[in-house]
């Protein structure tokens, strides 16, 4: 059943992003950022972490997910560090994503030629 769940989740979040793409003049960069700060929203007010429990890791997929890191390690790092923490846990839960997606741009940039 957890299984199901995460496909149903996560075909909801690209069904969601389809809909605003064929219906609006919003780019991808714009629903990206549209369901980043949507997950960062959910999860101030934990609803996210409610829905990770019933949806299971298929809820830890989609881009709401790097909203929910985001929000999620900076209350985290708040709590310890006041003010400052709120940059340290930002980085902290999200450094790693980050890192690769620079880390593999730049070799899939040196392996293959733009064509334009």
């Known amino acids: 059943m957890l299984l199901f769940n995460s496909f149903l989740f996560c075909g909801f979040i690209c069904m969601i992003s389809q809909l605003i793409l064929d219906n609006s ?19 101030s007010f934990s609803i996210y972490d409610k829905i990770i429990e ?37 980085f902290d839960l999200t450094a790693t994503g980050i890192t690769a997606a620079i880390i593999f741009s730049f070799v899939f940039a040196l392996i293959f030629r733009p064509r334009n």
Do not use: E, R
């Not at 003049?25 to 999860?43: E, N, Y």
């Not at 929910?68 to 400052?84: C, E, M």
């Open 25 to 43: 003049k919003l780019t991808p960069g714009h629903i990206t950022s549209i369901l980043v700060v949507f997950g960062a929203f959910l999860d």
């Open 54 to 90: 019933v949806v299971g890791g298929g809820a830890l997929v989609p881009i709401t997910s790097f909203g929910h890191s985001l929000i999620h390690g900076a209350l985290a790092k708040t709590n310890q560090y006041g003010i400052v923490g709120i940059l340290m846990g930002m």
